[in-house]
């Protein structure tokens, strides 16, 4: 298994349950204190220039709630909090452990307000109507059918009337970043954002829904709202 794999499986030993034993502060797993150099060598050095592209697609505004599903290190979180500024609010969720505690460790060295919770997309623990914008960065081809539309229903839930959802992911008909992806060769070789992404938004009651390249190429995106 390749670092790479190693970051997208569970792994009991070292990731979800990996502990201080002296403090029992979750801590990350080593593999994760890699994941943002990782990125940084698969987008070539331009994981920045991809989040910028991502927030303006996000079209977020001062003072938003935003939602990160599946935040990863929390990266985007933080250059979103450039924005939303100190009148917003910024939640990173994710279902690996490993991740969130690097997540918060990346954010008290950012001094960075934003809270991180782990939890899947399909039980997001969120009461109804909590956020303006919920993002999710490269995370869509790792769910499986089912989780698919239970969480696209997940985020509907918690986004406020007229909120958005942002879905980013890899495009691999524009090759590039897909195909330095150890484990990616897998993917069809076609827009799955614009297509599937966008049906099953419109099933799960998005609306206005519109998708197209990501500035950052080799992704996509597909936006939303929720017109209750
Ligand atoms: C390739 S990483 C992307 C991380 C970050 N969004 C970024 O853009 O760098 C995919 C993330 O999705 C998370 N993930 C996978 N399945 C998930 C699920 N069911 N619910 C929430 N997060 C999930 C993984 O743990 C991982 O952190």
Known sequence: MNLIQKI??????????????????????FWVRYYDAIV??????RTRSMHQGTIRLANLRPGDALLDVG???????FAAEKVIG????AVGLDVEAGMIAQAKENAAKAHSP??????SITQIPYPDDSFDVATSSLVYHHLSPAEKSEGLREVWRVLRPNGRLLIV??????RGLAVRLPGHNQLAQ??????????????AGFTNITSGAHPFKQLSFAVGTKNA
């Open 8 to 29: 997208h499986k569970q792994d009991d030993a070292h990731g979800r349950h990996a502990h201080d034993e002296a403090s029992h502060t979750p801590k990350a797993p």
């Open 40 to 45: 940084g060598l698969v987008t070539l050095g």
């Open 71 to 77: 935040c990863g290190t929390g990266k985007l979180i």
């Open 86 to 89: 100190g009148a917003g609010t």
């Open 114 to 119: 934003a809270t991180f919770d782990v939890a």
């Open 169 to 174: 992911d890899l495009n691999p008909s524009r």
């Open 190 to 203: 076609e827009d799955y954002v614009s297509r599937e992404v966008v049906e099953q938004m419109q099933a």
